[in-house]
T-cell receptor, first 113, second 114 residues
Framework: DQQVKQNSPSLSVQEGRISILNCDYTNSMFDYFLWYKKYPAEGPTFLISISSIKDKNEDGRFTVFLNKSAKHLSLHIVPSQPGDSAVYFCAASEGNRDDKIIFGKGTRLHILP | EAQVTQNPRYLITVTGKKLTVTCSQNMNHEYMSWYRQDPGLGLRQIYYSMNVEVTDKGDVPEGYKVSRKEKRNFPLILESPSPNQTSLYFC?????????????FGPGTRLLVL
C-alpha cells in the first residue's frame, strides 16, 4: 500500500507560468514532508521541506503548501524556468530527525519554451 | 568536497553472477542507506545501517545483502542477481539526529540483469 502518492506521472508547463505538483499521503504518523528534485544521471537533491505544524513554507521560487486534514501537499514553482525540468519526488517522514524517508513515485516536470 | 560515491555507475550482468555495488562517503556519517528506483514505484529502501556492524532491512530487502565493516563504506551485494533486480540504485548517508534533508544521495548505479 502506497503511503505517499503522486498521481501525475508527468506535467508540462510553459516557461514563466506556475508549476503545481501534487502529493497525497495516507499515514497519519507522518509529520515532516520533503520535496526532492532529480536530474538524469544524478541522485535526488533536497529542494524544500515542511513540518506538520505549518501550512506553508517558501524558499525563493518554491513554495510548499500542506493541508493536514486532507493529507495533501503541493509544490508551487513560480515562475517556472527551463532548469526546473526534472523528476520531483514527494517524501514523508515521522519526524524531521527520523532517517526513514518514504518516497512517492515521482512526477516528471517538463518546462516548455 | 563532501560526497557519496558509488561504483560502478553502470553494470550489465547475467542472472546468477554475484556482484557488489560499492558505496563510500567522506563525511563521517553514521547512517547509510540503499534505495532502488523503479518506474512507477519511486524510491524504495533496501537496507540501512545506523553505524558500523549495525544493519537492518528496509522495505524491499529480498535478494540483497549488505555489510558495514567500516564507517565510510556500505556495499550492496547481490549474491544471485535476477532480472527483477534490474533497477537504478542509490546510496545515501547522513548524521543521525541531523535534519533528514541533510541526507546526501550518491549519483546512482544503473544495473541491468539479463
Amino acid at each position: 500500500d502506497q503511503q505517499v502518492k503522486q498521481n501525475s506521472p508527468s506535467l508540462s508547463v510553459q516557461e514563466g507560468r506556475i508549476s503545481i505538483l501534487n502529493c497525497d499521503y495516507t499515514n497519519s504518523m507522518f509529520d515532516y514532508f520533503l520535496w526532492y528534485k532529480k536530474y538524469p544521471a544524478e541522485g535526488p537533491t533536497f529542494l524544500i521541506s515542511i513540518s506538520s505544524i505549518k501550512d506553508k513554507n517558501e524558499d525563493g521560487r518554491f513554495t510548499v503548501f500542506l493541508n493536514k486534514s486532507a493529507k495533501h501537499l503541493s509544490l508551487h514553482i513560480v515562475p517556472s524556468q527551463p532548469g526546473d525540468s526534472a523528476v520531483y519526488f514527494c517524501a514523508a517522514s515521522e519526524g524531521n530527525r527520523d532517517d526513514k524517508i518514504i518516497f512517492g513515485k515521482g512526477t516528471r516536470l517538463h518546462i516548455l519554451p | 568536497e563532501a560526497q557519496v560515491t558509488q561504483n560502478p555507475r553502470y553494470l550489465i550482468t547475467v542472472t546468477g553472477k554475484k556482484l557488489t555495488v560499492t558505496c563510500s562517503q567522506n563525511m563521517n556519517h553514521e547512517y547509510m542507506s540503499w534505495y532502488r528506483q523503479d518506474p512507477g514505484l519511486g524510491l524504495r529502501q533496501i537496507y540501512y545501517s545506523m553505524n558500523v556492524e549495525v544493519t537492518d532491512k528496509g522495505d524491499v530487502p529480498e535478494g540483497y545483502k549488505v555489510s558495514r565493516k567500516e564507517k565510510r563504506n556500505f556495499p550492496l551485494i547481490l549474491e544471485s542477481p535476477s532480472p527483477n533486480q534490474t533497477s537504478l540504485y542509490f546510496c545515501a548517508s547522513s548524521f543521525i539526529g541531523d535534519p533528514i534533508e541533510t541526507q546526501y544521495f550518491g549519483p546512482g548505479t544503473r544495473l541491468l540483469v539479463l
